[in-house]
């Protein structure tokens, strides 16, 4: 089967088509229409900005991703697009222009929820993985800890209490001067330090679970530019800027994996699969493998281009979506809950 995947819940315009087979999905093209340089001056994502872009974006995006498979329209067997959460000005770009492609082709489409997506990320490397297993999904809006049975139920275990990894990076980017999006800087900022910053204490709970708060590293990184106002300025290639980078990074890895361990036990899990933008951070990687490694679970680490989000993920989970009979009536939903 034959389908085109699309994806433009947030700031990528993404197009790709995805070959499902008995062995699991085939990425046979991946577009990404970046709007980083749009976004940047701003330090975070504009959604009318964002909504605008996509509009001038999806034609030639979603004519890529065919062209770069050697396929037209009517080769594909299905369309997946995006139905939420997300911006709703975003998610519209490609939802509407999905819904017109099929209606013009006759052609069978499925809205997808986009962490259905993330978690579906896993599949191109894993199609094999045994479940149950946990899924972390950490982007710029999530970061949640689920029980799947399958590839297409996600059960919520438990999720942050406050801002989300994602944002800790890009925040602690912006206070830097680091550019943006922040991940890939503070990344690539942690890995050239050669010592690290006086570790950030991580934030206890009263009941004394592993849960989960990343707005305290945000006012911890501003407390330590406050006091040395020189680090706003230094740059990638200051050694205390690298050095700080680098205890943010191994703090937050630490935090998201923390859960893991006991949750495995308590829900019987044979896999942990990783997917989201942050999934793409070295040290996550790295941790993450030693960890599946001592618990005896198998690990699912989509590679970088999968983890953020993209058109593959959401074609890859479509293929395994039922058709509804008659989908005209839906629409994009910026609030779309899990089984909705
Ligand atoms: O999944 P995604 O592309 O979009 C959302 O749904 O939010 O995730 C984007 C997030 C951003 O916060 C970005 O800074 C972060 O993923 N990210 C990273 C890395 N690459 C992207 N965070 C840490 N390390 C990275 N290498
Ligand atoms: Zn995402």
């Given at each position: 089967m034959l389908v085109l995947g699309l994806e433009s819940s947030c700031d990528d315009c993404s197009a790709a088509v995805v070959e499902e087979t008995a062995s699991g999905p085939i990425l046979r093209s991946l577009v990404r229409e970046s709007q980083d340089a749009i976004h940047g001056p701003f330090g975070g994502v504009v959604p009318e900005l964002a909504a605008r872009e996509h509009l001038l974006q999806v034609r030639a995006t979603m004519a890529g991703a065919l062209a770069q498979a050697g396929l037209g329209l009517q080769d594909l067997d299905r369309i997946a697009v995006t139905r939420g959460p997300g911006l709703v000005g975003s998610l519209l770009a490609t939802f509407s222009a999905a819904k017109a492609m099929a209606w013009h082709q006759g052609l069978p489409w499925v809205g997808v929820h986009h962490l259905l997506g993330h978690l579906n990320a896993a599949r191109f490397g894993a199609p094999d993985l045994p479940f149950p297993a946990l899924v972390l999904l950490v982007s710029g809006g999530h970061t949640h800890l689920y029980l799947a049975q399958n590839w297409t139920s996600l059960q919520l275990l438990q999720k942050t209490r406050d801002d989300a990894a994602g944002e800790a990076f890009d925040k602690t980017a912006r206070m830097l001067n680091l550019g943006y999006p922040g991940g890939p800087l503070v990344d690539a900022c942690a890995r050239s330090a050669a010592r690290r910053a006086e570790p950030f204490t991580p934030p206890k709970f009263r009941d004394g679970r592993a849960s989960w708060s990343f707005s305290g590293l945000k006012t911890g990184v501003k407390l330590r530019v406050e006091r040395n106002p020189r680090l706003a300025q230094a740059g990638a290639a200051d050694p205390e800027v690298q050095g700080l980078c680098r205890s943010l990074q191994e703090a937050i890895s630490a935090w998201l994996l923390k859960p893991v361990a006991a949750l495995a036990s308590e829900h019987g899990a044979r896999s942990l699969i990783i997917s989201g933008g942050v999934a793409c951070n070295s040290t996550l990687r790295e941790d993450a493998a030693l960890l599946a490694q001592r618990l005896g679970l198998r690990l699912a680490l989509p590679e970088p281009r999968l983890c953020t989000d993209n058109g593959a993920m959401i074609g890859a989970a479509g293929a395994l979506l039922p058709v509804e009979t008659?989908?005209?009536?839906q629409n994009a939903d910026s609030d779309l809950k899990l089984g909705g």
């Open positions: 008659d989908p005209w009536g």
